[in-house]
Nanobody, 116 residues
Framework: QVQLVESGGGLVQAGGSLRLSCAASGNIFGRKVMAWYRHAPGKQRELVAHITVVVDSTIYADSVKGRFTISKDNAKNTLYLQMNSLKPEDTAVYYC?????????WGQGTQVTVSS
């Protein structure tokens, strides 16, 4: 059974940093893209960043460029999101996902709250 478990969320002051982790377990065949999304109250879910599995090509939302960095550790089967210079508008539930050739898997989410 495939599981994605996020961790690292919490409460931080504006300007602070957090590192989110997403540990994947189970047999995940045909991985294509690993990504972080976020969902803030009253807003649509948005893509924060993604990284392709084969060539590590990355894409970032304009709102996080230069502040967030997505990375992965294949040996640990873990996806990361380093978040620096956090702003109150970054407050949201952050979800990791793995897109495969068959389907997309999702984690349960981790809350990030940035106080002003």
């Amino acid at each position: 059974q495939v599981q994605l478990v996020e961790s690292g969320g919490g409460l931080v002051q504006a300007g602070g940093s957090l590192r989110l982790s997403c540990a994947a377990s189970g047999n995940i065949f045909g991985r294509k893209v690993m990504a972080w999304y976020r969902h803030a109250p009253g807003k649509q879910r948005e893509l924060v960043a993604h990284i392709t599995v084969v060539v590590d090509s990355t894409i970032y939302a304009d709102s996080v460029k230069g502040r967030f960095t997505i990375s992965k550790d294949n040996a640990k089967n873990t996806l990361y999101l380093q978040m620096n210079s956090l702003k109150p508008e970054d407050t949201a539930v952050y979800y990791c996902s793995i897109e495969t050739i068959l389907r997309t898997y999702w984690g349960q989410g981790t809350q990030v709250t940035v106080s002003s």
